[in-house]
């Protein structure tokens, strides 16, 4: 089918109250717009043409060369804002879908449904309808008597009779591209000085063409974002909608309610996410794990039977049976390996820590490469920083940290070498020896050389 996506992204958004373009403000953690584009590179390979105007500039920083851009320089209307995409498209496509950015609820099958549909139809346009008794300031989709769409009449203008009308226009439309071309500039002018595309209806009925429609059922796909209410009805009904995702592909999560899993993220069957829980960016996590309660997980890769326990992970990868916190943190470039446990207090950031090695509390390890089977006792902290530069710990397998070591970078722990409690290292420990004291001196090797 060869289809052009138009999106309208040109609104002041005024009642956001924003100096932010409205649809750069955030739900489920991206942009608006983000959800509005991921719909439509699933109905067509073109790129599609984004209509912006008002905070152009940001709108383009924020989504650099992924779509192609027009810009609505006067405010005049959505009928006007479609129009400024003829000089791209005219000729190039045989169907147009128009949605709107600040519409991001909107299912990516219904939007299939809707170009489906106008395929078949021998008419010039297709629309997204919803049925709602509760939804305000919608149109309301008057049909002729064999079932086609007659008009639109909106709610400022209809009589008591037709705001009973439970059938809703969403917003979203499918044409014929030649009769779209034609019939934008034949658009009446409105009381208030715009072009609106609801017209196209009634000049599609005067064409003698066949309006069809495609109606859901589900109001919230339809949520239309302009207030910061909206906004968070809008964050409550996707958050409901992702952990009823999940739970029916075999996550418990012990309270949806205070659950908060962003769209990106990937979760594997029979992991628990207990309650204020927060599963952020491209958060991946596998199967048989206990994620909380209070932990938040942002950018993060966590493999099988792992237990995170109010502790905060950006950045980080846990590898299988990995348990941690509580109140642990791990910063980007933390990497635990298989059986690694972690206390409660510690923090890891830029370092990697080896199969089977025991963390304790109130540690941090930053800069480093700790090897298999070590004992980081609490306290520990490697000195990483000088002022200037950064410099790296290494702690090489089966080694033994003693209570609230210092290990001042650049420095290394050989392999079975231990450090007393308290010692301060700012020389390598060779492998199989004893430091202690401030500083660090050898005073034996652990066994014979040889």
């Known amino acids: ?21 409205k649809v750069l403000h955030r739900l489920g953690g991206q942009p608006l717009v983000e959800y509005a584009l991921a719909a439509a590179q699933s109905l067509t390979d073109q790129r599609p043409v984004l209509v912006i105007g ?48 600040d519409m991001p609820l909107i299912r990516v099958e219904s939007l299939h449904a809707l170009a489906e549909t106008q395929a078949r139809n021998p008419g010039p346009l297709t629309m997204l309808t919803v049925i709602s008794e509760g939804l305000r300031d919608f149109g309301r989709v008057v049909r002729s008597p064999d079932g086609p769409v007659h008009a639109i009449v909106e709610e400022t203008q209809a009589t008591p009779e037709q705001k009973r009308i439970a059938e809703l226009n969403a917003g979203a439309y499918c044409f014929k591209a030649d009769w779209l071309w034609d019939a934008l500039p034949r658009l009446p002018l409105s009381p208030k000085g715009e072009y609106y595309l609801t017209d196209l209806v009634h000049l599609a009925v005067a064409d003698g063409g066949r309006v069809e429609a495609v109606t859901i059922a589900d109001e919230t796909e339809v949520i239309g974002i302009n207030t910061r209410a909206q906004l968070a009805e809008a964050e409550a009904a996707l958050r409901q909608r992702v952990n009823e995702r999940w739970m029916a592909e075999g996550v418990t999560l012990i309270d949806p309610a205070t659950t908060y899993i962003e769209p990106s993220a990937q979760l ?34 966590i493999g099988d039977r792992c237990q995170v326990e109010c502790s905060v992970l950006e950045g980080a990868f846990l590898a299988d049976e990995v348990t941690m916190g509580p109140f642990a943190r791990l910063r980007p470039g933390a990497r635990l390996e298989r059986g690694v446990r972690m206390g409660n207090f510690g923090e890891v950031k830029n370092s990697t820590l080896g199969p089977g090695t025991h963390m304790g509390h109130f540690s941090y390890v930053g800069d480093a490469t700790i090897g298999e089977h070590v004992n980081i006792g609490a306290g520990t902290i490697t000195c990483n920083y000088d002022g200037v530069k950064k410099s790296r710990t290494v702690i090489e397998d089966h080694a033994f940290i003693g209570s609230d070591t210092m290990l001042v970078a650049p420095v290394t722990v050989g392999a079975h070498a231990r450090t007393g409690a308290g010692a301060v290292v700012t020389k390598d420990v060779p492998p199989d020896s004893l430091a202690v004291g401030m500083p660090a001196r050898v005073i034996r090797r652990m066994k014979a050389e040889g």
């Open 1 to 21: 089918m060869n289809l052009a996506v138009v999106i309208l992204a040109a609104g002041q958004g005024t009642r956001m109250k924003s100096s932010r373009p």
């Open 54 to 101: 008002h905070g152009a500039d940001a709108v383009r920083a924020a989504l650099g060369e992924r779509v192609t851009y027009v810009t609505q320089a006067e405010q005049l209307g959505t009928g006007h804002a479609v129009q400024q995409a003829a000089p791209l498209l005219k000729g190039r496509s045989d169907y147009v879908v128009v949605t709107y950015s």
């Open 268 to 301: 594997g069957r029979d992991t628990v996410v207990m309650p204020n829980t927060h599963i952020q960016g491209r958060s991946l996590i596998g199967e048989d794990c206990v994620i909380g309660p209070n932990t938040i997980l942002r950018d993060t890769t």
